[in-house]
Each structure stands twice: as structure tokens, then as C-alpha cells.
């Protein structure tokens, strides 16, 4: 069986998958990451049967834009799947880009799940790999992948801090010796501070903005403090006004979006104090010296790391290839399976 299983890897590309609320990226063993879409699956609805219409980047251009007979839909809520059959199609048409070559030969895939993922949310997230075409389906914990993707020496008798904030979760973990001492995962993360945004603009200026707006003035004007002078840049946004009904124009300012993404900050900076008040005292003195990890697309919030520094009083630094940390650590832990097979689990 060792032999076979040898034989078809050397035909078939074997992947690595971060399967994220936001973004889904495949790395391809020998060749890095090749692969980094928006988790978005849009269907044309026809006399009840449903079709795919678009995956990925095509997809995401259709949130909220749709007519009746076209339905776009994000298969991913908080890290975990929310929708199965669309997550199969999305990871079968994802797989079908990278690898391009015969049916035969199906690759290995191992694919990262957030530490609270439960065993049922677990096996769910196997079978749709499974069902999308690979071989064989392994699984490794996110804080494990984002930290050996961020290039923390984890497999030493040290302690090293990595918070990986995601679209749907935030990962916080303490890893000695290649696994986890303390990990704690939170329901908060890039869709949060969407949802935080979408919510101050109805209540302070009745003005509803659809996700897509929120996310552009997130990433734009996006900060974890109130600005110095009080106020900072500012944008103009567009969306409906409540009162009247109709399409309206108005300027919001930084200091506006720091208060209204207060609520979500204030929830990771939490999970960061808890992690450290449950971290045994030797790996804690290690903390203070090595710092904090942040990676993921949510550590590129202006001022993230120093309102974390604030809190904790501890170095707060943020991995070189955010985005692609978890990816990148998932297509490690595919290249040196042996080194780290105590972490990739194919039982469960």
C-alpha cells in the first residue's frame, strides 16, 4: 500500500489547501502557492435545480449584485464549512485549476481547520476533500500552520505566540516542541469587523452599505486606535440612506471606523491576555523576550499590533507574508511530512 501510495505521488500533485471564510489558497508541493481566490461559489437557479455559474474571483463580483435566478453564496462561516455541497463544488473547481491532469491520478491534500473545530466540523471538512477528488485527506491545526509559515522556530523547547486572524476565526496559540500548549480559538475576525462597520453606519448615519463597501473602507481607512489629531483620513462612501429610501453620498472619517471596529479589536486583544494568563511561567519568560506573531489578512488592520502592544506591553510584530502565512506553513508540513507527522492528522 506504502508503495502505491509512493507511485501515485510521483504523478499527481500533491496539495496543500487553506480552506479560509475569505480566501482559499492551494499550495502545489514543489512549486509554492499557486492559488488564492475568494471562497465564493455563485449558482444560476433554474426550475429548482441549481448549476455553477462562477467559483472564486468571478464569484465574489456577484455578492449582492445578484438577480433572482442567480445565487452567490460564501461556503465557509467562522473557519468551518456552512454549506457542504457548495464547498465541494468550490474545492473540486479550485483543485481542477491546479491540477490539471488525468483523473487517475488524485493527489494527496492536506488542509488546515482552526483548533476549535469540532470532530464533526472536522470530518466534514475531510469528506468534501475527499469527495472533491484527492486521494488522501490530512488535517493540521492553523495556529501549528500559521506559525511554521511565519518561520517561528517551533520545534524548539521554546515558546513562541502566533495570532492568526482570519476572515471568520482568531486563532491565538502558544507552540513548544512543534505542538500546542495553549490554543484558543474566537469567533472574531475579518467578517466581524464587516459586520461592525455595516452596523455603526446604520445606527450613527442611517446609511446601509452592503459587505463589499464595508470591506473597502476597512482595508482603506481600517484602524485598531483612535487616530492622534482625533479624526485621521477620511473617504467617501455610498450606500442608501434609511430615512428616505434613496442613494446617498457621505464622508466618514478614521476615527469614526476606530470606534465602530472598538467592539472586535477589544474581543482579540481578550484572547491574547487570556492565552498569556494560562501560559506556564518558563514559556510566558519566553513570550516577553521572542514577542507576538500576528499573521493573517486581519493583522493588516492599521495599528492592530500596536493596540495589542498596548494591552500586553509585550513586542507585537507582523509575519512578512501575512496573507499567505497559514498556506504556506500547510505546503511546509506537505514537504517535510515526516518532521511533522505528530501534527497532520489523517484519522479523524
Known amino acids: 500500500m506504502f508503495g502505491i501510495d509512493r ?14 471564510t475569505a480566501n482559499t489558497l492551494i499550495y502545489v508541493k514543489g512549486k509554492g502557492v499557486i492559488l488564492s481566490e475568494p471562497s465564493v461559489v455563485a449558482y444560476h437557479v433554474k426550475d429548482g435545480q441549481k448549476k455553477v455559474l462562477a467559483v472564486g474571483e468571478d464569484a465574489k463580483l456577484m ?14 462561516r467562522e473557519g468551518v464549512i456552512a454549506d457542504f ?16 491532469r488525468s483523473s487517475i491520478w488524485r493527489p494527496k491534500v492536506i488542509v488546515c481547520v482552526p483548533h476549535g473545530a469540532t470532530p464533526v466540523e472536522k470530518r466534514a471538512i475531510r469528506n468534501s476533500v475527499m469527495s472533491a477528488g484527492a486521494r488522501k485527506a490530512g488535517l493540521i491545526a492553523e495556529p501549528i500552520a500559521a506559525a511554521i509559515g511565519a518561520g517561528m522556530p517551533i520545534t524548539d523547547p521554546t515558546g513562541n505566540m502566533v495570532v492568526d486572524i482570519g ?11 512543534g505542538d500546542i500548549v495553549y490554543a484558543r480559538s474566537v469567533r472574531v475576525g475579518g ?12 445606527r450613527q448615519q442611517n446609511l446601509l452599505v452592503g459587505e463589499s463597501t464595508a470591506e473597502r473602507i476597512k482595508t482603506s481607512i481600517g484602524t485598531a486606535r483612535m487616530p492622534d489629531d482625533g479624526r485621521g ?14 442613494p446617498k453620498e457621505t464622508e466618514i472619517s478614521q476615527a469614526q471606523i476606530a470606534e465602530a471596529l472598538s467592539e472586535p479589536v477589544q474581543a482579540i486583544c481578550e484572547a491574547v491576555m487570556t492565552a498569556l494568563e494560562a501560559t506556564p511561567p518558563d514559556l510566558a519568560a519566553d513570550i516577553v523576550d521572542r514577542g507576538v506573531m500576528l499573521t493573517g489578512g486581519g493583522a493588516l488592520l492599521g495599528d492592530l499590533d500596536l493596540a495589542l502592544r498596548e494591552q500586553t506591553g509585550l513586542a507585537v510584530s507582523i509575519a512578512d507574508e501575512t496573507l ?23 484519522d479523524s
Open 233 to 246: 483620513s477620511s473617504m467617501q462612501i455610498r450606500g442608501r440612506d434609511l430615512l428616505n429610501g434613496v
Open 324 to 346: 499567505n502565512c497559514v498556506a504556506l506553513g500547510t505546503g511546509k508540513a506537505l514537504e517535510y511530512e515526516k518532521q511533522l507527522a505528530h501534527a497532520i492528522d489523517y
Open 85 to 100: 455541497v457548495a464547498a465541494e463544488e468550490m474545492i473540486k473547481a479550485f483543485m481542477r485549476k491546479v491540477h490539471r
Open 191 to 202: 467578517d466581524r469587523m464587516d459586520e461592525a462597520i455595516i452596523n455603526y453606519l446604520r
Open 7 to 20: 507511485i501515485m505521488g510521483m504523478f499527481s500533485a500533491d496539495m496543500a489547501i487553506d480552506l479560509g
Open 167 to 177: 476572515g471568520g476565526t482568531t486563532e491565538v496559540a502558544v507552540l513548544s516542541l
Open 63 to 76: 455578492l449582492g449584485r445578484t438577480p433572482g435566478s442567480i445565487e452567490a453564496i460564501r461556503p465557509m
